[in-house]
Nanobody, 113 residues
Framework: QVQLEESGGGLVQPGGSLRLSCAAS????????MGWYRQAPGKQREPVAA???????NYADSVKGRFTISRDNAKKTVHLQMNSLKPEDTAVYYC???????WGQGTQVTVSS
């Protein structure tokens, strides 16, 4: 049974930072590409960042230079370091095993003063 559990969301002021984590179980983690997505109220879910099994990364234009995705294969965890947060980053953030139907339950990120 595949499980993805996100953590690290919360309320932060504009310009602040948060680090999201996603712990995976039930998969051979090191063989899988992993991604972070987000969904703001009234909007479609959108990709934020992805990291391949080999460590290659890509980012949405809106977060380039501010967010960093990384993975720890020994701990079966993928992280999303978010810096210089903006109010428009407010959303529920989801972890996903890329090209699969495996999603986490989501963690809320709110950027507000």
């Amino acid at each position: 049974q595949v499980q993805l559990e996100e953590s690290g969301g919360g309320l932060v002021q504009p310009g602040g930072s948060l680090r999201l984590s996603c712990a995976a179980s039930g998969i051979i983690f090191r063989f899988n590409d992993m991604g972070w997505y987000r969904q703001a109220p009234g909007k479609q879910r959108e990709p934020v960042a992805a990291i391949s099994s080999g460590g290659s990364t890509n980012y949405a234009d809106s977060v380039k230079g501010r967010f960093t995705i990384s993975r720890d294969n020994a701990k079966k965890t993928v992280h999303l370091q978010m810096n210089s947060l903006k109010p428009e980053d407010t959303a529920v953030y989801y972890c996903r095993v890329e090209d699969s139907d495996y999603w986490g339950q989501g963690t809320q990120v709110t950027v507000s003063s």
